[in-house]
């Protein structure tokens, strides 16, 4: 009797509560439309209370999260004029000071509360969602493969070589969200390709590596403020490359590019990888480097295992990329300079331009980390 | 009110925050404590979100307890009633700051659902029933409670800034040397309980 009792008035007790927190939600919650104006020419009206990131992609305009919106990736960085509320402590501990006090937020961390304007970067406003279909894939690689996949319906992807996309992978507990840059030329508009390193445990690259031809996904993109156009690249005469690792994709896709509009200028790309299982597109490099006077290619070793036989360099990319750098030292205002890998060795990089002073404005940067 | 209950209330209060303190004399509510003083900035703001929704859900604890509980004859079914309302506050405080105190919001940010899981707050409603305090001492003890908590908070962060200047062993690791930090705090705490005991 004292059990059926004591049940009850715990079921009486949780009914109330739940009672009282629907009772709140109703009164508390947001109701009502709110407008948002993107760049003064365009503008929706949307629900209150929803984040602004989604509120932007269900009106077709998508911005990056490589985290999945949960605040920590600082992607969708955006510039808001007015509205937007106050700053969250999250966004603090991603923003810089300066970037708040010029009214850079973060698109996954503002919910709607009022009518709020705000400017997107035009390049962003060419993301869209798309579906492509599985057609080639190959080893490039240990570990690394080369898929190419063919845009299905009529869309057709406007992109600049360095950019990257987004790939969900719907999983019952969460969205996985993950960015791979595009290793193909722009000048396909309909197909392109990705450079993907399975990582131990990877959710995504595991997905990705055992994808049969034919499955068709779901991209977002293109994205990245890493990007050549060739119009921007009049004053340069020399475009320096820098890669670790998988970090290469962005790299062959601007070299294809480069090399497809006959740039005149100088293009040297450093690679540099653990041992020799992992560098690739070794003989397609050495190739056009003996055909294009052009076109230096400096692979590095960082471990070079006793089988790989290796001759070549050996040590950090860094190293060779300050050699470089000091041998020639009168063309360092006329450079631009790229770099893609591991975040220890962007650091790294990022430091020694600095120190040769050269102007930041001409080092383009996409990190990544698995 | 006389000059005794004042001098009373006052030993309550330091008692709570400094000499008996809810993380160092009893440890609870660790996981945070641990986890989230790697900074200074979001350690203060942890720790006045935690002291905020002490004394809110332990007043509401001590009504539901003295309320509910105590009449129907059910003083054993405390603590599945108080995770239940604390649970409820927090969902509540979060709907309600959300809605007329966006700022406080926008500061609490994430913190705010953790805090459902902080076992220092469950355990200042059940000490409060335990030392059958009456209502305006358990308000003052879980301030004083939530108040040391934040002064705990704030002094791990701030030692472990230091940590990441110093070699340590790769053994301990950066959660070893914050357990280690809060053993020697706490032991320098321990010292106050004896002075507190020695004034009384």
Redesign the interface.
Same mark, same amino acid.
């Given at each position: 009797m004292t059990l059926l009792?004591?049940i009850l /008035?715990?079921c009486v007790?949780?009914i109330l509560?739940c009672l009282?927190?629907v009772f709140? *939600?109703k009164a508390?919650?947001?109701s009502g439309n709110v407008e948002v104006s993107l760049n003064e020419f365009k503008s929706f009206e949307t629900k209150r209370g929803i984040k602004l990131i989604q509120a932007l992609k269900e009106h077709d305009v998508f911005l990056p999260v490589a985290c999945g919106g949960k605040g920590n990736c600082g992607r969708c960085k955006i510039r808001i004029n007015s509205g937007g509320?106050?700053? /969250? +402590?999250?966004e603090? +501990?991603c923003l810089s000071e300066k970037e708040i006090a010029e009214n850079y937020r973060l698109a996954c961390q503002i919910?709607l509360?009022e009518n709020i304007s705000l400017d997107i970067p035009n390049i962003l406003l060419k993301a869209k969602s798309f579906k492509a279909k599985l057609i080639n894939s190959r080893n490039l690689a240990y570990k690394i493969k080369e898929l190419v996949f063919k845009i299905e319906d009529e869309v057709e992807l406007d992109y600049q070589s360095g950019q990257y996309l987004q790939i969900t992978r719907k999983l019952p507990n969460e969205d996985v969200i993950r960015a791979y840059s595009l290793s193909s030329s722009p000048k396909n508009r309909k197909e392109f390709s990705l450079d993907v390193q399975l990582v131990d445990g990877g959710i995504m690259s595991n997905y990705l590596h055992s994808l049969e031809i034919g499955t068709t996904i779901e991209f977002c993109g293109p994205f990245g403020d890493m990007s050549v156009d060739i119009n921007s690249l009049y004053s340069t005469e020399t475009v320096v490359l820098v890669a670790g690792g998988v970090g290469l994709a962005p790299m062959r896709a601007i070299i294809s590019y480069l090399i497809e509009v006959k740039y005149s200028g100088k293009i040297i790309l450093f690679h540099g990888v653990r041992c020799r299982k992992y560098l690739y597109s070794e003989e397609e490099y050495r190739n056009l480097e003996n055909k294009n006077n052009n076109f230096c290619y400096y692979p590095v070793l960082s471990e070079p295992a006793l089988e790989d036989g290796w001759i070549g360099k050996t040590g950090f990319v860094t190293d060779y990329l300050n050699e470089w750098l000091d041998n020639n030292k009168n063309d360092l205002n006329s450079i631009e300079v790229f770099l893609c890998g591991p975040v220890a060795m962007m650091e790294k990089a990022n430091d020694l331009i600095k120190s040769k002073n050269i102007n930041m404005e001409s080092v383009h940067s996409d990190p990544f980390s698995f | 009110m006389d000059f005794n209950q004042i001098i009373f209330i006052f030993q309550i209060l330091f008692t709570a925050a400094v000499a008996e303190n809810i993380a160092l004399y009893y440890f609870l509510g660790t996981c945070p404590l641990i986890s989230v003083s790697n900074?200074l900035? /979001?350690s203060f703001?942890m720790g006045i979100t935690v002291t905020f929704v002490m004394l809110i859900s332990s007043s509401i604890n001590f009504i539901v307890y003295n309320w509910?509980l105590v009449p129907?004859e059910?003083e054993y079914?405390q603590l599945?009633?108080f995770v239940?309302?604390i649970?409820?506050i927090t969902?509540?405080l979060e709907?309600?700051l959300?809605?007329?105190f966006? *700022?406080i919001y926008? +500061?609490?940010?994430?913190f705010l659902p953790l805090i459902a899981v902080n076992c220092a707050i469950l355990g200042v409603s059940l000490f409060i029933v335990l030392r059958e305090y009456d209502f305006v001492t358990s308000v003052v003890y879980s301030l004083g409670s939530g108040l040391g908590w934040l002064l705990v908070i704030c002094l791990i962060a701030s030692l472990r800034r230091r940590v990441d200047t110093s070699s340590i062993s790769i053994y301990l690791g950066e959660r070893g040397i914050t357990m280690l930090i809060a053993s020697i705090i706490a032991m320098a705490f321990y010292g106050l309980t004896t002075a507190m005991k020695g004034l009384i």
């Open positions: 009792y004591s /008035t715990v007790f949780v509560l009282f927190i709140s *939600e508390l919650g947001q509320g106050y700053v /969250t +402590s999250l603090k +501990s919910k509360k | 900074n900035r /979001t703001q509910i129907l059910l079914l599945l009633f239940l309302s649970a409820a969902q509540f709907l309600f959300d809605r007329y966006h *700022e926008a +500061s609490f940010g994430i």
